[in-house]
């Protein structure tokens, strides 16, 4: 829980400097330019928030890095708390399972 925490306040950072007027906002904007995919993206985020945020941080295969994805949100008009509850509930999945796999791991040997 304190990594999805801490995964939460990381992509935060990243979701507020691309909210801002800043030139990681011009690149964000840029990004959401060259990438076809990504406006589409845009479109569904600003609409379904949550969800829609949720179900990309689960997704297994993403077009770009997960990482530029928090500044992508940040260019959008998705509220904050749409934006960190859909990050730390999309972070609990990963941990929890290396979690798992390190205890499981550690009882075979």
Known sequence: VVSAFSATVGSSVAF???KLDTPVRTKALEVVEEYPSLRGI???VA???LKAILT???APVLPIPIGL???VYGVTNVP???FAGGIF???LKPYLLDSY???FGKQLV
Do not use: F, I, P, T
């Open 56 to 58: 990309l941080r689960l």
């Open 80 to 82: 904050y708390l749409d």
């Open 101 to 103: 796999l390190g205890v």
């Open 89 to 91: 509930l999309g972070s």
């Open 16 to 18: 507020g400097m691309a």
């Open 69 to 71: 994805y928090n500044y």
């Open 47 to 49: 609409k379904d928030g």
């Open 42 to 44: 845009e479109k569904v």
